[in-house]
């Protein structure tokens, strides 16, 4: 079984962050990609390189998976997940796209697409829509 939990923005865990993970708009849909050999799609994102922020490690993804040139960025919440016995923490940003250019390396994602709601072939279909609910939880607040 999967757990979902919710911390402020700014939460440390101990261990430190490891995703971060940017549910982004373009014109009003939501970006989502799917990644070379998979069959599904997925929010944005993915790890945190050594030396690299959370939210430099959000804006980099954005880009690399898609295309995002020009483009705001604001943490959510910090989230864990806890699955057989392991947790990892990542951060969840929300992006507000207003240009795309080509993306980068399409050596990993084979297709992106502006989605009115996600879909129901996620990837990740235990964690990724307690995400989005919190984003657009975030979305009613500000």
């Known amino acids: 079984m999967t ?8 939460f440390l865990p101990p261990g430190g962050l ?16 799917r990644h070379v050999g998979r069959h599904t799609w997925e929010i944005p994102g993915g790890h945190i390189e050594v030396g690299e922020s959370s939210h430099d490690a959000a804006a980099r993804e954005l880009c690399e998976e898609t295309g995002a040139q020009e483009y705001s ?7 864990s997940v806890r ?6 923490f990542g951060r969840l940003y929300f992006a507000e796209v207003i240009l795309l250019g080509p993306v980068p390396d399409m050596n990993e994602i084979a297709e992106i697409k502006a989605m009115n709601a996600l879909p129901s072939e996620l990837t990740y279909p235990d964690i990724q829509p307690l995400l989005f609910e919190r984003v657009m939880e975030y979305l009613e607040r500000i």
């Open 3 to 10: 757990e979902v939990n919710f911390y402020d923005p700014l």
């Open 18 to 33: 490891i995703y971060s993970v940017i549910a982004a708009r373009y014109r009003g849909k939501w970006l989502l990609v």
């Open 73 to 79: 960025v604001e943490c959510v919440s910090t989230y």
């Open 83 to 88: 699955k057989d016995d392991s947790t990892g």
